[in-house]
């Protein structure tokens, strides 16, 4: 049940820190962790190990996304290639 709920959570809000999505889910942060696990065996989500500092305290997590989603393009205008000189 939670590993649908945080797929679902990943597909509409797409890549996330754990403790964001435990926070908005309402999941304990060890079912998150669960959760991504199985999400990973089954290769349906990646994620990677992160630290980010706050006010200097380092805060261990991971970084979660749904596997082989990229997201579109910015709407707007692009620069074109530079030519090689």
Known sequence: MNTTLVLEYLKK??????REIAQQTGIPLEAVHASIQELETTKAV????????????????RLCRISGYIPPAAPGRKSSPQPSS
């Open 13 to 18: 809000h797409g890549q996330k820190l754990d």
């Open 46 to 61: 990646s994620s990677c190990s992160v630290t980010n500092f706050d006010n200097g305290v380092a805060i261990e997590g």
